[in-house]
Nanobody, 123 residues
Framework: QVQLVESGGGLVQAGGSLRLSCATS????????IGWFRQAPGKEREFVAR????????NYADSVKGRFTISRDSGQNTVNLQMNSLKPEDTAVYYC????????????????WGQGTQVTVSS
């Protein structure tokens, strides 16, 4: 089974930045699509951003558009989520997920999930 590992979470003040990274046990994301999701206590899991590895196509939730950037690093075989201008409402556990083929905004479409990494934004 494909295993995903997230890193880069932490505590940051409002307006600050964090970079999350997702790596795969397969060593490469070729033929896969990757999504970032987040979930705050008492709330539903929410789509954040997605990218298709082969094409580089990316898409964002309206709530993070212009502040977050998803990217692929072919050298390190990672997918990164650069989060700028963070707000307290961004506080959540962030998960990376993967599936074969194209990316999706629906969490149910993804077969593989990481353990999550906590992002806390203070004000």
């Amino acid at each position: 089974q494909v295993q995903l590992v997230e890193s880069g979470g932490g505590l940051v003040q409002a307006g600050g930045s964090l970079r999350l990274s997702c790596a795969t046990s397969r060593g490469t994301f070729n033929n896969y699509a990757i999504g970032w999701f987040r979930q705050a206590p008492g709330k539903e899991r929410e789509f954040v951003a997605r990218i298709t590895w082969s094409s580089g196509y990316s898409n964002y939730a309206d709530s993070v558009k212009g502040r977050f950037t998803i990217s692929r690093d072919s050298g390190q075989n990672t997918v990164n989520l650069q989060m700028n201008s963070l707000k307290p409402e961004d506080t959540a556990v962030y998960y990376c997920a993967a599936r074969r083929g194209v990316s999706s905004v629906d969490s149910i479409a993804y077969n593989y999930w990481g353990q999550g990494t906590q992002v806390t934004v203070s004000s």
